[in-house]
Each structure stands twice: as C-alpha cells, then as structure tokens.
C-alpha cells in the first residue's frame, strides 16, 4: 500500500519532531550529599593489604576463600533452590516483559479483519444495495488492515522506555543483592552452627570433668573428710554442664533449620555431620571506596532507581503538549470472494487525531511536581545507601581487628584459666583449699574457653559481614544491558 503524500508527509515531520523528548536527561548525582566528598580511603583501613584484580575476593565465589567442602555445597545449593531468590528473580522476568511492552509503544500497531455475513431486509424496507426487501439474501464480504501508531512527539513512550529499563536493571540488581545477602546470611548460621559444635564437645568433656569430680567429693564425704555441701555444689555444677549441653542441642538443630530453609529444602530432609573445625580467618584485602560503589548491587539497584524517577519527569511534562497520531485502514469489500480481491471492490482512510488537554485544574502540574519530588527522594535514598555501605566496611574492618586482639586475649585468659583450674583441683585433693575454690576456678576455665569458642565464630562472621559489605563477587558492569534470559541457573524455576 502507498501512503497518499499528505500522510507521508506528516508522518515524515512528525518522525523529526520525535527526536525531542521533553524533560531531564539523566546525569548521575553525586554520591554524597553536599559539602561531602567520597574518602580516598578507608580510615580502619590501615596496615590491610590493598585489593587487586586477582584477589579471591573478586571471585563470584567468594565463600571459597574459606576452604570448607561442606559451606562449598550449601552455597551452591542457594543459587539453585531458594525461594526467595526464585521470588526476585521472577521480578527480574516481570520487569524485562514490561520493558518489552514499552517498547512496542514505539512501532505502529497494525491489525487485519475479515467478515463475512448473510442478511434479508423485510418487505418493503430497503436495502443498503438500493433493492427493495423481500428478495434473497445479500451477502457481504470484507477484508480489511488497520494501523494505528502514536508518533510519540514528544518523547513520552521514549521516557516511558528509559522508565522500564532502568526498572529492570534495577531488579537485577535487587537480585543480586538479595543473592548475596541469603549467601552471607547461610554463612553466618553455618559458622555459627560450627561453633556450637565445638561448644557442646567443650561442654561433654567438662561433664566428663564435673561427674569425676562429683564422685570425688561423693567419696570423700563417705569416709568423712568432705562436707556434705561439697558433694551438694558438685552435683549442681554437673547438672548445670549437662542442662547447658542440652540447650545447645536446640541451638544447633534450628541453625540446621534455618540453613535447610536457605537452600530451599525441608528441614526434615538436611543434616550436617559434625566434624573438627578450625575457625581460622583467611586474610581478605580492602577495596578502595570508589571501587566500592562499582561492587555494591544495593547501590548499584538505588542508581538504577534514581534513572527511572527521572525519566517520570519527562512523562508528566509530556501531558503539557498534545498527543499525536495517526490511523488508516485499506481494505475489500463485495458480495462474492471471487470479486473481493479487485480494484474496484478495494475501499481505504487514513487520518490524525490530536489531542490536547485544555483543562484539568493543575492536575498535569501536580504530577510534575509529584514526579521531582519522587526523584528528588531516590536521590537521597542513593546517598543514604552510599553512605551506609560505607560504615558498613569501616564497621566490620574495625571488628575483625578488634576482634583479632581480643580473640589472642581470650586464648592467653583461657590457658591462665586452665592452669589455675589444675592447681585449685590438687589443692583441693591435698586438702589444701575448700571446694568453693574448685568451682570458682572450673567455672572461670570453662568461661574462658566458651568465650574463645564464642570470639572465634564473630572473627568469621565480622569477615562474612565485610565480603558482603565489598558487595561479594558482583559488579555493575552486569548491569550494562538487560538481556532476557534469568540471570540464575534455570533450575531456580520449578
């Protein structure tokens, strides 16, 4: 079909004006508020050892730095069956499908029809052919193409578009956040389950110790050289040991839960053996902070956000102007489908219609305003975001430092403890101190070891807390194209 020249013509000037699009073009605001500027370094940083390319750090997995089979499998198991993430991830689809949508908007919608139908007028009555009715019936065939296409003038499907992207890649970012953060947070309960492991071999042993020494003091009472309150203090610092034991059970039965539900099984249907555990914190270097903004996918999402907000901006001020666009139709119509096809049965339109609002009592106005506010907002959620993950690492490198004195304090409290535990038991069998003395200084040794137990799984839990804070293995420049494929394994989806 050729299109008449006026047609042609407008639909040419038309295409030239769509190179404008009213409204902002998006420039990325600065990341602090102002009067503040980003720091060159962290200020707990000094004395770490500076990141580069290579770093294990860097990796996609990075909980490998931990050299744990058993945390290898778990954290696999994430990316393939969590739920949560299977959540976001169908976010992620949803907003490629409607950005897909959005940009439809930009070609013209072109349909086609096809009818065919049998009528008979009464008698008496004409017909549309002019004949009087009562006669047989007249039969009508028509075959038609329709177009409808907004020429988009003024750049609202444009911004429309810009919207719908940047919403995207915004989920995809989310994603991996939320990819990240149910990783850091399976870490953390298996550490955590890892101790308390170790905690209840500590505790068994020390059971073992108390019922010795119960019957110590049971025997001594028998023959008359100990009280009875020895053999009564005794019995209740072993059953106390045993209640405690106990309750670690629990403890680590609903870390094991928890952990279950984080790679998305029952937890009927996982168990973690128990095996020796080494809680040694592998050396991580630090990140510079403008590298920290490239790594960071909350950040990286808070970004993508302040670009749609803008574009929302430009879509509002577009109901200042009127809409233009233009329709036609060319198509068939005759009593037979031997004459339906032919010049002289081919029947055609085509115009525009503009529409413009010519009142509406402020309400365009309001949602301009209402659309600066909202980018105005996601501005400072970004800085705010910035900011947050800035105290995020400065936070956790000033942890594990603090953590690594403490945790050489604890050790050196811990053997003192034990020494001096061992010298108040042969004091006591000498006869040399009460038993009070011999429980003060069990329970101190065994506080001392729990609290090195204890220091050792927040060493390993502040170093997850600062992966996470560096924004793990990921990095914004996935988030240069949306493409429509998961960004997660296809297993993810049921």
């Known amino acids: 079909m050729r299109l008449p020249a006026s047609l042609a013509g407008l639909t040419a ?19 602090m508020p102002k009067g503040a500027a ?90 549309a052919s002019g004949a009087f009715g009562g006669g ?15 020429l988009d003038v003024w750049g609202k499907i444009r911004r429309t578009i810009e919207a719908a992207k940047s919403t995207a890649q915004a989920d995809k970012a989310t994603l991996a956040n939320a990819t990240l953060s149910a990783q ?19 505790l068994d042993q020390t059971v073992k110790g108390y019922a010795d020494d119960l019957r110590i003091a049971q025997n001594r009472f028998n023959v008359g ?11 209740t610092q072993l059953e106390s040991a045993q209640a405690s034991a106990v309750d670690l059970v629990r403890a680590r039965q609903q870390l094991e839960h928890a952990i279950a539900v984080l790679v998305g099984d029952a937890p009927a249907n996982l168990t973690i053996q128990q095996t020796t555990w080494k809680p040694d914190v592998p050396a991580v270097p630090v990140t510079l902070p403008s590298t920290l903004l490239q790594r960071r996918p909350d950040i990286a999402a808070a970004e993508r956000q302040m670009q749609a907000a803008s574009a929302q901006i430009g879509i509002n001020i577009a109901a200042y102007f009127p809409d233009l666009s233009i329709s036609g139709q060319y198509g068939f119509q005759a009593n037979t489908l031997q004459r ?40 400072a959620n970004y800085r705010q975001v910035v900011l947050t993950a800035f105290q995020g690492v400065e936070d956790n490198i000033a942890a594990l430092r603090v953590l690594q004195t403490e945790y050489d304090i604890d050790v050196a409290a811990s053997r003192d403890a034990d020494e001096a535990e061992r010298i108040a038991n042969n004091q006591y069998q000498a006869g040399q101190v009460d038993f009070t003395t011999v429980v003060v200084a069990q329970n ?34 996935e988030l240069a194209e949306v493409k429509p494929s998961p960004l997660l394994p296809n297993a993810l989806i049921p």
């Open 444 to 477: 101190t040794a065994l506080n001392a070891r729990r609290t090195v137990l204890t220091t050792a799984s927040n060493r390993l839990t502040a170093l997850v807390d600062l992966v996470q804070a560096f924004g793990g293995g990921w990095s914004d420049t």
């Open 136 to 150: 047989g019936p007249v039969r009508t065939y028509t075959a038609r193409l329709g177009l409808s296409w907004d």
């Open 225 to 235: 050289v100990g009280a009875r309150s020895d053999v009564l203090t005794a019995q």
């Open 340 to 379: 339906l096809i032919s010049a002289s049965a081919n029947s055609w339109s085509y115009g525009a219609t503009l529409t413009q609002t010519i009142f509406d009592a402020g309400a365009i106005s309001a949602k301009v305003r209402g659309a600066r506010a909202a980018y105005d907002g996601s501005v």
């Open 38 to 127: 980003p720091p060159a370094a962290f200020k707990e940083a000094d004395g770490w050892t500076q990141a580069t390319p290579s770093d294990a750090i860097s990796r996609k997995d990075w909980w490998k730095v931990f050299n744990d089979p058993v945390l290898d499998d778990l954290e696999a198991k994430v990316l393939v069956s969590n739920q949560n993430l299977a959540q976001s991830e169908a976010a992620y689809r949803q907003a490629l499908a409607t950005l897909d949508q959005q940009r439809a908007g930009l070609f013209p919608t072109i349909t086609g029809t096809g009818s065919g139908t049998n009528s008979k007028s009464p008698n008496g009555f004409t017909t």
């Open 184 to 202: 850091a947070l399976l870490a953390a309960d298996y550490f955590q389950l890892r101790a308390d492991d170790e905690t209840k071999r500590l």
């Open 13 to 31: 000037l038309s295409l030239v004006l769509a190179g404008c699009a009213v409204g902002p073009d998006y420039k990325r605001p600065a990341a």
